[in-house]
């Protein structure tokens, strides 16, 4: 969730729902025309597009917590929250990317960003995707990719949502992929399975108050306590893991997720109460690698 090796490249789109209400109440189809449909920019052979009403094509770095963006849901469109949107604004190096290419668009991230390919409930890491693997549209129908293209780099991006996917697409109009914001395989797989409902205190924070999580994971993010736990994430989520057998797995990993929720949340309240990063990276700290630790432990091949 937090490291440099789930994320899409900065220049990669998304269909941000400009009025969720009327969007719930038309059905999220009409945001996905708007977006990517034939009357959209992706859609038309001169790249013309209709004037949107309820949704529009951003790039994912001018996304932030609390908007809503599109995603795929029981094979059709459907519209998720952003918890918050990692690396915004952050400085980075430019980090490796993969483009994968298909006959109707593209998608850049970074190597070990998980996608379901080749079964729809088969994750797997964007470096393993090969040239006449199968990808997958907001109506789940498959999108054959015709090219993949290795040894990119470039600046990140990764806007965590409540459905823990997103549709994205590259600035060039074309239509959009299925991606999840996880990464690597094992710990996306059991995020989409497990890991959801234990992250309720980070989901009920950034829904209370959107502006303040964002400035608080960037914040934290810029800190070097913040850099020194990113790169422990790196570090010690990395690769496949043997130890908790498998049948464990739907105990053992939330309850991991929970310790990484409480992390956050008791680091962001510490952040808006006395304002004081250095203090909030302090509380968050210990606290997170007891969480990444228990994940570690709790992986399994």
Not at 178 to 199: D, S
Not at 250 to 270: E, K
């Given at each position: 969730?937090?490291?440099?090796?789930?994320?899409?490249?900065?220049?990669?789109?998304?269909?941000?729902?400009?009025?969720?209400?009327?969007?719930?109440?038309?059905?999220?189809?009409?945001?996905?025309?708007?977006?990517?449909?034939?009357?959209?920019?992706?859609?038309?052979?001169?790249?013309?597009?209709?004037?949107?009403?309820?949704?529009?094509?951003?790039?994912?770095?001018?996304?932030?917590?609390?908007?809503?963006?599109?995603?795929?849901?029981?094979?059709?469109?459907?519209?998720?929250?952003?918890?918050?949107?990692?690396?915004?604004?952050?400085?980075?190096?430019?980090?490796?990317?993969?483009?994968?290419?298909?006959?109707?668009?593209?998608?850049?991230?970074?190597?070990?960003h998980v996608i379901p390919a080749d079964g729809r409930t088969n994750f797997v890491a964007a470096r393993h995707v090969k040239v006449g693997s199968v990808t997958y549209d907001a109506s789940m129908n498959e999108v054959k990719v015709i090219g993949v293209e290795m040894g990119l780099?470039?600046?990140?991006?990764?806007?965590?949502?409540?459905?823990?996917?997103?549709?994205?697409?590259?600035?060039?109009?074309?239509?959009?992929?299925?991606?999840?914001?996880?990464?690597?395989?094992?710990?996306?797989?059991?995020?989409?399975?497990?890991?959801?409902?234990?992250?309720?205190?980070?989901?009920?924070?950034?829904?209370?108050?959107?502006?303040?999580?964002?400035?608080?994971?960037?914040?934290?993010?810029?800190?070097?306590?913040?850099?020194?736990?990113?790169?422990?994430?790196?570090?010690?989520?990395?690769?496949?893991?043997?130890?908790?057998?498998?049948?464990?797995?739907?105990?053992?990993?939330?309850?991991?997720?929970?310790?990484?929720?409480?992390?956050?949340?008791?680091?962001?309240?510490?952040?808006?109460?006395?304002?004081?990063?250095?203090?909030?990276?302090?509380?968050?700290?210990?606290?997170?690698?007891?969480?990444?630790?228990?994940?570690?432990?709790?992986?399994?091949?």
């Open positions: 969730m937090w490291d440099a090796t789930n994320c899409f490249s900065d220049t990669t789109e998304a269909c941000l729902v400009t009025d969720p209400d009327a969007a719930s109440a038309i059905g999220a189809g009409a945001a996905y025309e708007e977006c990517f449909g034939a009357g959209s920019a992706a859609g038309t052979a001169d790249g013309t597009s209709i004037t949107p009403t309820v949704a529009r094509r951003v790039k994912m770095v001018n996304l932030t917590a609390g908007d809503r963006v599109l995603t795929s849901y029981s094979g059709a469109p459907a519209i998720t929250r952003i918890i918050t949107n990692f690396h915004k604004n952050v400085e980075h190096s430019e980090e490796p990317l993969v483009t994968l290419r298909t006959s109707s668009g593209s998608l850049s991230l970074t190597p070990d780099k470039g600046r990140i991006i990764n806007p965590w949502t409540v459905a823990g996917t997103i549709l994205g697409a590259d600035d060039k109009g074309g239509m959009p992929i299925l991606a999840t914001v996880y990464a690597p395989e094992w710990l996306g797989e059991n995020m989409l399975i497990f890991g959801q409902v234990p992250c309720i205190g980070t989901r009920l924070v950034s829904y209370l108050m959107p502006d303040a999580f964002q400035a608080y994971t960037t914040a934290l993010q810029r800190c070097w306590l913040g850099r020194f736990w990113h790169e422990s994430v790196v570090e010690w989520t990395a690769g496949d893991g043997p130890l908790v057998p498998k049948m464990m797995m739907p105990i053992a990993f939330p309850i991991g997720v929970l310790l990484w929720d409480a992390t956050c949340v008791i680091s962001f309240l510490c952040y808006v109460a006395f304002t004081k990063m250095q203090l909030a990276c302090q509380v968050a700290f210990p606290l997170g690698l007891a969480g990444i630790a228990y994940c570690r432990i709790a992986r399994t091949k």
